[in-house]
T-cell receptor, first 110, second 116 residues
Framework: TQLLEQSPQFLSIQEGENLTVYCNSS?????LQWYRQEPGEGPVLLVT?????EVKKLKRLTFQFGDARKDSSLHITAAQPGDTGLYLC??????????FGGGTRLMVKP | EPEVTQTPSHQVTQMGQEVILRCVPI?????FYWYRQILGQKVEFLVS????????KSEIFDDQFSVERPDGSNFTLKIRSTKLEDSAMYFC??????????????FGEGSRLTVL
């Protein structure tokens, strides 16, 4: 069974601060996706990384896939209150089955 | 913008009853999925469906569960003889291609099932 562990589970920071969320596994994944989930809604895809060492940027969000494709990180620069939400990582393999991490609940205070 | 729609948004049922959760995937998508999220726990894969048959299923998806695409637009999850532990948010998702490396899963807003 593949597992993905996310850390931290909860993060409360002030507007303007930087933060990093980690997603770790002992298993190799062919792709790693990051989602954001708002209350009462389904997860919405932010990014997919597929190559070991790959870095993708989405405005103030930087996503990295580990060289061995077992881990990933999400870094947010100068966080804003609008970044508040639940961030989920999910690993994919052959087929379309995703293994989700437990999520990081981020709160950015103005 | 195309979206995955799910009904009902919330269903309350008595233990032992049968429940059908309905989903309308994005119209040109070919791959369909059900995931569930028990309150406070991880999102878990249940089943994937392509070309009118199950392509993958998890250990959770036992004989109590079944899926169907009855009319070319709806995709349903049936839970027979519900148990208390079936209480969860059930998410439907669809994709236009195989493989999470190239395909994006679009999730619906979920159906909350409460079993009393």
């Amino acid at each position: 069974t593949q597992l993905l562990e996310q850390s931290p589970q909860f993060l409360s920071i002030q507007e303007g601060e930087n933060l990093t969320v980690y997603c770790n596994s002992s298993s190799v994944f062919s792709s790693l996706q990051w989602y954001r989930q708002e209350p009462g809604e389904g997860p919405v895809l932010l990014v997919t990384v597929v190559t070991g060492g790959e870095v993708k940027k989405l405005k103030r969000l930087t996503f990295q896939f580990g060289d061995a494709r077992k881990d990933s990180s999400l870094h947010i620069t100068a966080a804003q209150p609008g970044d508040t939400g639940l961030y989920l990582c999910a690993g994919g393999n052959a087929g379309n089955m995703l293994t989700f991490g437990g999520g990081t609940r981020l709160m950015v205070k103005p | 913008e195309p979206e995955v729609t799910q009904t009902p948004s919330h269903q309350v049922t008595q233990m032992g009853q049968e429940v059908i959760l309905r989903c309308v995937p994005i119209s040109n998508h070919l791959y369909f999925y059900w995931y569930r999220q028990i309150l406070g726990q991880k999102v878990e894969f249940l089943v994937s469906f392509y070309n009118n048959e199950i392509s993958e299923k998890s250990e959770i998806f036992d004989d109590q569960f079944s899926v169907e695409r009855p009319d070319g637009s709806n995709f349903t999850l049936k839970i027979r003889s519900t148990k208390l532990e079936d209480s969860a948010m059930y998410f439907c998702a669809s994709s236009d291609r195989q493989g999470t490396d190239t395909g994006e899963l679009f999730f619906g807003e979920g159906s909350r099932l409460t079993v009393l």
